[in-house]
């Protein structure tokens, strides 16, 4: 022991060497046996957090308690975030005006003679009907007259996110 010591002392070049190699196996190691066992790893750590549920609770509540300065830099952060993608969104989106919607359900009953669905062609009572975007935001789609329509509350919910084409070859 003692001369591992003297060794490491009179040779720090070695050691330094020895450690960085070391630390490069040690990663490639855990990096294999992760891999390897990733989903017992993700199985027993959820088994861990289900059992220990309280306690995880009751340490992150003493944390914020005691580290408030950090809990409201994070939400500030989160907020600041948040606000910015939906900015994003609208900039991308544009706006939906009372104007535009009025025009798409004035063309609605024009082309169809009453209020219509696009997507089941069967006539809408009144409260049934639900604005419609024939590409939906979540895939591109914007808040132009082009993109809108109108359809059963229960058709666009069941389009989802679905565009125009694929919900037609999905009910055809």
């Known amino acids: 022991m003692k001369r591992c010591k003297e060794y490491q002392l009179a040779n720090p070049d070695k050691r330094k060497k020895w450690k960085e190699r070391y630390k490069l196996i040690a990663k490639q190691k855990k990096h294999n046996n992760y891999t390897q066992n ?3 790893i993700l199985n027993d750590s959820k088994l861990y957090h289900k059992k220990h549920r309280e306690q995880r609770m009751e ?3 003493k944390w914020r308690i005691e580290n408030k300065k950090y809990v409201k830099m994070y939400e500030k952060t989160r907020r600041t975030k ?3 993608q939906k900015k994003e969104i609208m900039d991308r989106v544009g706006i939906l005006s009372i104007v535009t919607v009025q025009k ?3 063309d609605n009953i024009k082309k169809y003679g009453q209020l219509t669905c696009v997507l089941c062609y069967k006539h809408i009572l009144f409260g049934e009907d639900s604005l419609e975007h024939l590409t939906p935001l979540s895939r591109g789609g914007t808040n ?5 329509a109108i359809a059963h509350l229960r058709c666009n919910c069941s389009k989802k ?3 125009l084409e694929e ?3 999905y009910n055809a």
């Open 38 to 40: 990733r989903n017992k």
């Open 59 to 61: 340490y992150t509540r």
């Open 82 to 84: 948040r606000m910015q």
């Open 104 to 106: 798409v359900y004035e």
């Open 144 to 148: 132009d007259y082009k993109n809108l």
């Open 161 to 163: 996110n679905k565009t």
């Open 167 to 169: 919900w037609c070859k």
